[in-house]
């Protein structure tokens, strides 16, 4: 199950259990926080490949988040705005299906404890497209939001899809 690396500023090959364990880590330090565990994936086309990033990101509202992505490269043009939405989508997916009920059960067994003093826990699928009239994606956001809430996810689309609009955006150049 592990042929994913995954890497930040700090550290590079990360498996994902080594990633699911640096999640946990960073809940410990505030269990009584708003946490939100947030999946996205951008892509860029170069001249001979495709470079698709999936950020994964926690995040203690007001308190600082732990991240990082894994990279993905097509070795060919994908030009085609549908197939590449939803290869994006795919990888989201991947990702997303990773964290299994038995770790998410982990992740919110930190946060338990604490739930009567407010802390909550949501999971969230960002995706890199929005529906703005000038905006060329706007017709993929009902099919491309259906996936993510079929996965049990809460799907965020621009401008809240910031992990994938954002955060793995910068990494695709």
């Known amino acids: 199950m592990d042929n994913y690396s995954f890497q930040n500023l700090q550290e590079d090959n990360m498996s994902f259990d080594q990633v699911f364990e640096k999640i946990k880590k960073f809940m410990k330090i505030n269990p009584g926080g708003n946490f939100r565990l947030m999946v996205g994936t951008d892509s860029q086309v170069h001249r001979k490949q495709t470079v698709f990033i999936t950020g994964v990101v926690i995040q203690c509202e007001g308190k600082g988040v732990w991240a990082c992505i894994r990279k993905i490269i097509i070795p060919r043009k994908i030009l085609h705005l549908h197939e590449r939405i939803s290869l994006e989508l795919s990888l989201t997916e991947e990702i ?4 299994s009920e038995e770790r998410k059960t982990q992740l919110i067994e930190i946060i338990l404890p604490y739930l009567y003093q407010g802390a909550t826990f949501t ?3 960002h995706i890199d497209i929005g529906l703005g009239k000038r905006n060329k994606t706007s017709v993929f956001v009902n099919e491309m939001v259906s996936r993510m809430e079929s996965i049990g996810v809460e799907p965020k689309i621009k401008p809240n899809a910031f992990v994938a609009s ?4 910068r990494y695709t150049r």
Not at 166 to 169: P, T
């Open 96 to 99: 997303v299906s990773l964290f």
């Open 123 to 125: 999971m969230e699928g």
């Open 166 to 169: 954002s955060y793995a955006n």
